[in-house]
């Protein structure tokens, strides 16, 4: 008989009041918090080897890691100079070997005494003395006696995670270890199943209580996967439905603003265009087409790489609405960037009686006044703007279409309140940072998707160099032979000015030096992300005019800018970029017909090109991967110019919380799940889900009513967001 999963864990063996205190801190009240207080990483202890064995499997080469019993024979602190290390020298039946601690050594050396016996697990190394050496190794403790028991030697062994909070207590590996193995032992068995039965039996899922049993201290390594991998499929299968249910919502429930499209604006502002839609360009206006037609509101999300034409798709939609009778907002991430919109779509809409406002924050008073005013009565019909379309005073007349341009950049919470301004209005989201199949399945789920994959034709790819700092005298005289042939450049810089603790170069320090040395022959400007809105429209508008030959710049140029004549971008410091912020810079040139230049600059060692320094994931071990992210980076920009490939080791690079921000996109906190390696337990989970919604949508089965009771316990606050993309 198993005991009550709820009570406090101060009731368990070795626990106590106290110690309880303590786990309360870290979030673990009750035992059933306890059993869900998962290890961080498994050791293979199954096999134990002598010192003699471990010596001989070194010498020929091994480099993993091995588990050794032995006893305690001395102990002792050796300095050297100003740092000291602590040293434990053990023997078995056929040697000596010893193991030294660098770090926490006050902490190590009162845990040791002569006499006592232990087992070592870590990586064996002969040093320069021939002596076999343990670097910071894990360890168990089990008497005096070498044939006591120990809890997990010879096994799969769990290790957890040790807050202050718990060590204040002085609760370490093992004492943790023991407390979690009781709490398995005498009440694993009494935790309430999570999954409907003919789930588990479907999809050949453990069941719960040997879940926990396997994913605490495992039978063996085909029970630690089927255990992982029940909590990945159960974490991904609830995501999924409440994908799955947001969608079925708004296909299915909310009634949608069916637009008529007028074939005559459309022709007319196609043939005021300098170039042709490409072929993706009108699949995705055939795909918004169809969803503004229907009874159904639109929710699409529209894919496309820097510089692909999704601005002409929105314009295109924003002028379908129009002609209905409805209004539009486009929302983008920078006021500089609405800015250029509204010039753009404003020129491009001249002569089809079509009212186009802008509402930034920098605007004056009398100017936001008078927006808003209009915007109120329904004369202004497309608004273009940033977050300030949000705010509280901002009364729509009869919104009727939102489109979201880098919709990453804008939380969860605020693509809310713009999307309630309307009456169940249509939405896209649009953006230009291509995004990995998984991730997509798992973020955007509930969207249906257009891409735009092709660019216009008459685009050349743009040229990447990877170049060392010592090279810069011989850039700085390619930007000035390009500038005597009518080009134009961005030189582009971390920051604003000169940091005393990061060794980055300043737009403004290099700025100030520039004019005055290498580039004094030719015209050169400074944006960047201090000066408000009115200064950087005027340094844009005169570096279009083609005023200036170079324009110095922080990344406030990274989204959107849209200069055509500007064909080199360098980029100073590049290492110090994420790969999507590098190709959106990169993005800013290659938009004319002229051939185009992005150089990256970098400190002199990590300027190591290709073919030179090659990566491949399958065959890069996670710390080489971590050693060479800035190399493996900035090749990437040299060899790949499409977004997708980049994307992709984007995401093996940094995972999707760090691209996407987790609580800004609205991304899962996954706690199992590993978004680029379990694509296949996503899809699974997501099929399950979606069936399930497809033949009950309300939950209402039977066999269901475990799946609706857990959504509502634990998921309850993100209903809220069902009509979110």
Request: hydrophobic fraction near 40%; glycine fraction near 6%; proline fraction near 3%.
């Amino acid at each position: 008989m198993q005991g009550d999963t709820s009570i406090s864990v101060q009731y368990l063996k070795s626990v106590g009041p106290k110690r309880a205190e303590s786990f309360a801190k870290i979030g673990i009240k009750t035992i059933r918090d306890l059993l869900y207080y998962f290890p961080y990483k498994h050791l293979d202890r199954t096999t134990i080897l002598s010192s003699s064995k471990i010596i001989q499997h070194v010498i020929n080469g091994y480099t993993g890691e091995v588990t050794i019993i032995g006893e305690v024979i001395d102990k002792e602190l050796v300095r050297y100079g100003k740092k000291q290390i602590f040293k434990v020298t053990f023997k078995d039946k056929f040697g000596f070997y010893e193991c030294v601690w660098f770090q926490g050594i006050k902490y190590f050396k009162d845990l040791f005494n002569t006499g006592e016996f232990y087992a070592i697990s870590a990586k064996p190394v002969i040093t320069r003395y021939g002596n076999l050496q343990f670097v910071h190794p894990d360890f168990d403790r089990f008497g005096k006696n070498e044939t006591d028991e120990f809890l997990n030697t010879g096994k799969i062994i769990p290790f957890y995670s040790l807050p202050k909070e718990l060590r204040e207590r002085n609760l370490g590996d093992l004492s943790l270890r023991k407390i979690i193995h009781y709490a398995v032992e005498n009440y694993s068995g009494s935790l309430e199943e999570s999954l409907p039965d003919y789930i588990i039996k479907e999809k050949n899922l453990l069941d719960i209580k040997q879940t926990i049993k396997n994913i605490h201290f495992p039978q063996n390594h085909e029970a630690l996967l089927q255990a992982k991998n029940r909590l990945k499929f159960e974490e991904m299968f609830y995501f999924e439905c409440l994908t799955a249910l947001r969608k079925s919502f708004i296909k299915n429930t909310i009634k949608g603003i069916p637009f008529q499209i007028r074939a005559e604006p459309i022709k007319k502002l196609l043939n005021k265009l300098p170039f042709k839609l490409t072929k993706d360009q009108l699949n995705a206006l055939t795909d918004i087409r169809k969803d503004l037609e229907s009874q159904k509101p639109m929710n699409r999300l529209l894919q496309g790489d820097v510089g692909s034409g999704k601005t002409i798709v929105a314009l295109i939609s924003m002028l379908i609405a129009k002609y209905n009778g409805y209004q539009s907002v486009l929302m983008v991430p920078t006021e500089i960037l609405a800015d250029q919109h509204y010039k753009k779509i404003t020129a491009l809409l001249s002569g089809l009686d079509t009212r186009v406002v802008l509402l930034i924050g920098g605007q004056s008073k009398s100017e936001r006044a008078k927006t808003l005013e209009e915007i109120k009565s329904g004369k202004a019909e497309i608004i273009i703007g940033t977050h300030a379309l949000i705010e509280e005073n901002v009364a729509y007349h009869k919104l009727g279409l939102v489109i979201i341009d880098e919709q990453h950049r804008f939380g969860v919470v605020q693509r809310a309140q713009l999307i309630e301004k309307g009456f169940t209005p249509n939405v896209l989201v649009m953006t230009a940072t291509p995004i990995p199949r998984t991730l997509t399945m798992t973020l955007y789920g509930d969207l249906d998707i257009s891409f735009i994959n092709q660019m216009p034709s008459d685009r050349k790819p743009v040229k990447t160099y990877l170049r060392s700092e010592k090279k810069l005298p011989e850039v700085y005289n390619f930007i000035k032979t390009k500038a005597r042939e009518g080009c134009q450049t961005f030189l582009v810089y971390p920051l604003i000015e000169e940091s005393e603790k990061v060794d980055l170069k300043a737009a403004e320090t290099y700025f100030n030096e520039l004019k005055e040395t290498y580039l004094s022959e030719v015209r050169v400007c400074l944006i960047h992300g201090r000066m408000n809105w009115k200064e950087k429209e005027e340094i844009m508008y005169k570096f279009a005019s083609k005023e200036y030959d170079v324009l110095v710049s922080t990344t406030v140029i990274e989204v959107g800018i849209d200069i055509p004549e500007a064909n080199i971008i360098v980029i100073n410091d590049a290492f110090r970029f994420g790969l999507s912020q590098l190709h959106q810079l990169r993005g800013r040139v290659g938009r004319g017909k002229a051939q185009a230049y992005c150089i990256l600059i970098t400190k002199n060692e990590l300027a190591v090109e290709s073919p030179q320094f090659n990566f491949n994931f399958e065959y890069m071990s996670h710390a080489q991967i971590e050693k060479n992210k800035s190399i493996i980076r900035l090749n990437a920009m040299v060899k790949y110019s499409s977004g997708f490939d980049l994307a992709e080791i984007d995401l093996r690079l940094r995972g999707p919380g760090e691209i996407f921000g987790t609580k800004q996109s609205g991304m899962p906190e996954l706690k199992y799940t590993n978004i680029i390696e379990d694509a296949d337990i996503i899809t699974e989970a997501r099929k399950t889900a979606f069936d399930l919604v497809a033949s009950d949508s309300k939950l209402q089965h039977e066999k269901n009513s475990l799946i609706k009771k857990n959504l509502i316990a634990n998921y309850s606050s993100q209903f809220k967001f069902s009509r979110i993309g």
